[in-house]
């Protein structure tokens, strides 16, 4: 199959640049070192950026006059990009409360969207692989600078790539989501059921793209490792430990990282041309095992408006932890830096997500203590856009303008990410 550059899925390099976005928001706090192995901050620290934000934000009052304004953006966008349905909640502590459903949930049977549905949320799911890794930091389990060869065997360069790198997106490792041939398995049989060792074993016959900490490139197969080092760690599977260590601590009750392919209901239907023929298919009830720890996971807006919150403010990390968490190194796009599983876009803390059918934003503005969140039922991307990208940028151009939430339609050619 021919595909342009702009078609994402997890197996896209276009998609690896949608996740980038979601690198953008992890520059907040100075750089201080916490492993259960070393207190010195790591060589490639010199490099790294410190972005504070300003200490106020410029933040319009959510008026019904700026929620007509904002009814108008959102329907707007939806009707150019061709988007079925779109969740949004904007909070501003002061300012006041935008959530709406637009369009349809599921376009057999023109089901109206509403706010309590939930969806899969892509590369969202970093944030939440991620925070284990450091919960286990905090326990002394493991430490940022291991290598990963202590954890997991037969890695390229494994006992030079840290945890830490992997966290950062700077291994060099393939990304197995680029390989042709599971490009061609996956979209052959979107119910086939993958091994984190059958994704790992796409990705190492490979040559690594890079040296350990040399620069950023996204890659999904930093999370599975991640994933694994989970396992080894905690003895427990990556969705029972992410249920007892992250979800339940959250009172994230309606999040899950599914063993399988369930859905609960209520959930909206997804929509894709990431197909053989690209037509546009329900990918709803594709199996979510090719992407594990990288994008495998479910929510809805209310744990999203919570998470968003405690990945940027690090309320389950000790302070020095969060930290090195929000920590970013440049990326190569303009206003975005990537820290330890979270990005900065200018300003907003958090991660975006997409997969076969569902696109997510979920990001935090510290400067205004304020919290958005977008979740739509497609992926399919209008003029190179990532849709979801569209809808938080219009929302924040309203309300935030000082801090407009943006992900260019493509790489800039000096960026370290491939296009």
């Known amino acids: 199959m021919t595909r342009t550059p702009e078609r994402r899925l997890f197996t896209t390099k276009a998609y690896r640049r949608i996740a980038v976005a979601a690198l953008a928001a992890a520059g907040l706090l100075t750089f201080t070192a916490c492993t259960s192995t070393s207190t010195s ?42 988007v079925p349905g779109v969740i949004v909640g904007l909070w501003v502590p002061g300012k006041g409360n935008y959530v709406r459903a637009f369009g349809v949930a599921d376009k057999s049977n023109d089901t109206a969207m509403s706010d309590g549905l939930r969806m899969r949320i892509g590369s969202e799911t970093k944030t939440f692989t991620v925070t284990g890794v450091l919960r286990l930091v905090d326990a002394g389990k493991v430490g940022l600078d291991d290598p990963v060869s202590k954890y997991v065997d037969d890695v390229p360069n ?10 950062e ?10 390989d042709a041939d599971f490009d061609k398995a996956f ?18 016959k490979h040559s690594p793209n890079f040296q350990p900490g040399e620069k950023f490139e996204y ?55 990431q197909t053989l023929n690209g037509r546009v298919a329900d990918a709803t009830d594709w199996d979510p095992s090719w992407a594990w720890a ?32 929000l920590r970013t190194l440049p990326t190569g ?24 059918g569902y696109q997510t934003v979920a990001v935090y503005l510290p400067a205004a203590k304020a919290t958005l969140v977008v979740l739509s039922n497609t992926d399919i ?23 407009v939430y943006n992900l260019p339609p493509a790489p800039p050619a000096s960026a370290s990410p491939s296009p």
């Open 333 to 356: 796009y303009p206003g975005t830096g990537y820290g330890l599983g979270i990005f900065d876009n200018h300003g907003w803390l958090g991660h975006n997500g997409s997969i076969p």
């Open 219 to 273: 890659s999904n197969t930093n999370l599975i490792l991640l994933g694994l080092v989970v396992e080894k760690a905690s003895g427990q599977s990556l969705a029972d430990y992410l249920e007892q260590q992250v979800l339940d601590p959250s009172h994230l009750d309606h999040t899950l990282f599914p063993t399988g392919t369930e859905f609960p209901d209520p959930h909206a239907h997804g929509y894709t041309n």
């Open 381 to 403: 991307p209008y003029q190179g856009n990532e849709t979801s990208t569209l809808f938080a940028k219009a929302i924040t151009t309203i309300v935030t303008p000082d801090n």
């Open 169 to 178: 997106m700077r291994s060099g490792l393939f990304s197995y989501s680029e």
């Open 294 to 325: 990288a994008g495998a996971m479910i929510s809805d807006l209310s744990d999203l408006r919570e998470w968003a919150r405690i990945v940027a403010t690090g309320t389950l990390l000790e302070p020095a932890t969060q930290a090195q968490r």
């Open 187 to 204: 979209l052959s049989d979107p119910d086939r059921r993958f091994t984190p060792q059958e994704l790992l074993d796409y990705s190492f």
């Open 41 to 82: 901050a790591p060589p490639a620290a010199a490099a790294a950026t410190s972005v504070s934000p300003s200490p106020s934000a410029s933040v319009r009052k959510l008026t019904p006059a700026v929620s007509d304004q904002l009814d108008k953006a959102v329907t707007r966008t939806m009707r150019q990009a061709g």
């Open 158 to 167: 494994g006992d030079r790539i840290t945890l830490r790198q992997l966290a």
